[in-house]
């Protein structure tokens, strides 16, 4: 067998496949690390370019299947509207693949599959709202180099940027790192400030901790001023869930990818000064 | 029995309890047209200001659910960051009342309670991720006014303003609608250009009915000038929602808030000129 071949048929047997932009971790992260959490395999098409059954390779077939002209597709699946999506293989009607968008949506989904939305129904909502509200302050990062039009170049809404980055600073993260420093201190006596929810991992504390990961590379003299105001976030909770031997393997291996040009920006004038 | 009595009586043998601000639609109108398009029965405490079991009224119901200094209430929910939230009597920990926030949160678990979430569990993330996409964009038309701070008023942030809302028509709008559109094409052989996901109502569409609504309040001309452009969205499925009856009904009644000065506002000078 080629090794085009065995790439093939390892791809078709995977049961999900991540459709994203390459080489930046963005929205898919959050979902990348559930997927490293509970060890189920996923292919990743923009960033490893397999061949897929469709014929279409790499990020084509990301582009496909969120085309801004889509109607579906053949597996009777709905348009998506932006990446990132999920396929999930034989889920669909008739066996066929369903294909879905949303990040919380793909979190939701997946979370009961792989182990990582609680022990009962009532965890499971609290673990969505938080995961939710850490997806709701990664929207507002991003929107503080973008606070005008994600269509235009950050250096044409530069001085908005700097207005809103002060405000994000300034109001929202005492804001929400306040709520999440709560939501760990309610939950002490079962998480011990390592998880938000329960006893064990959920979808939220994975998700919180790459929004914490990705504002200390956006906001570092920012992040460092802020963190001793609280220390469950970022003495126990935020180096408790690196320390997992998952995360480690992971954030060391070459799968990781570096923080660039996409949501978390390091653009020093927008920090603490 | 007194005025009062019966009122508390009944606020407390309804199953939910809404917590938002009073006065607006808002973001809790997404949860409010679930309630009425099902018939199910729920309180609206900042609302009615009925005499709750706490000893709370009103208002004062909904700020002590989502204090920014709440370690959690005495039912074992913990903090909530920001309303619209919901208690749901008896659904919690050893029969207590399960409080949860987050919109789409709220949502999804109302929606399959409610009869509003499709007929099997594919029906039901489609729905999801269509209704996420709904109040993206309603977060975005949010910061068409407040594109700097929500903390400050939109005098101060006018000039990003009249940017943001130049994008949000020009780029946002078409793109949007042009997803919304699409997916009414795609399940048009089930849902006759009225039903965006299988062949009856659900939390997808009274969402995107609630937003386009909101949308012609604020955009008004912008509105006008796109409609031809998507005409199963603005000649099949807006109308025909709002001929349903239970929405006929409401939208003639006293507790449909009119739009003001929340997510939705009407500044001429952000309208297509």
């Known amino acids: 067998m080629s090794a085009h071949e065995a790439k093939r048929q390892r791809t078709q047997s995977v049961d999900y496949e991540l459709l994203y932009h ?11 690390l559930l997927f490293k959490a509970s060890g189920v395999e996923f292919t990743d098409p923009a960033n490893e370019d397999p061949p897929n059954e469709s014929g279409l390779n790499g990020y084509a077939l990301v582009q496909a299947a969120c085309s801004p002209r889509s109607l579906g597709d053949e597996e009777g699946n709905p348009p998506a509207f932006a990446p990132p999506a999920l396929r999930h293989r034989q889920a669909g009607k008739d066996g066929k693949s369903l294909v879905i968008h949303q990040t919380p ?34 929207n507002e990062c991003h929107d503080t180099h973008h606070p005008v039009a994600v269509s235009k170049y950050y250096e044409e809404q530069k001085q908005a940027a700097l207005e ?38 959920s979808y939220a504390d994975t998700t919180l901790w ?44 070459a799968e990781r990818l570096p923080y660039s040009m996409g949501v978390f920006r390091h653009y020093p004038e927008l920090d603490r000064q």
Chains 1, 2 share one sequence.
């Open 105 to 138: 949506t793909i979190m939701s989904y997946l979370g009961g599959r792989l182990g990582l939305a609680g022990e009962s129904e009532i965890e499971s909502v609290w673990i969505n709202q938080i995961a939710l509200t850490a997806l709701d302050m990664n």
């Open 164 to 201: 809103k980055s002060k405000d994000f600073r300034e109001t929202r993260m005492p804001k929400f790192f306040s709520y999440f420093e709560r939501v760990l201190k309610h939950n002490k006596d079962s998480g011990n400030g390592k998880y938000l929810v329960g006893s064990k991992l």
């Open 210 to 253: 790459q929004l914490l990961d990705g504002l200390k590379f956006a906001f570092p003299e920012e992040m460092k001023a802020r963190s001793p105001e609280f220390p469950l976030l970022f003495e126990t909770f935020y180096p408790s869930l690196e320390e997992e031997a998952w995360l480690k393997t992971y954030l060391k291996s």
């Open 22 to 32: 390459p080489q930046i971790p963005g929205r898919a992260e959050f979902i990348r």
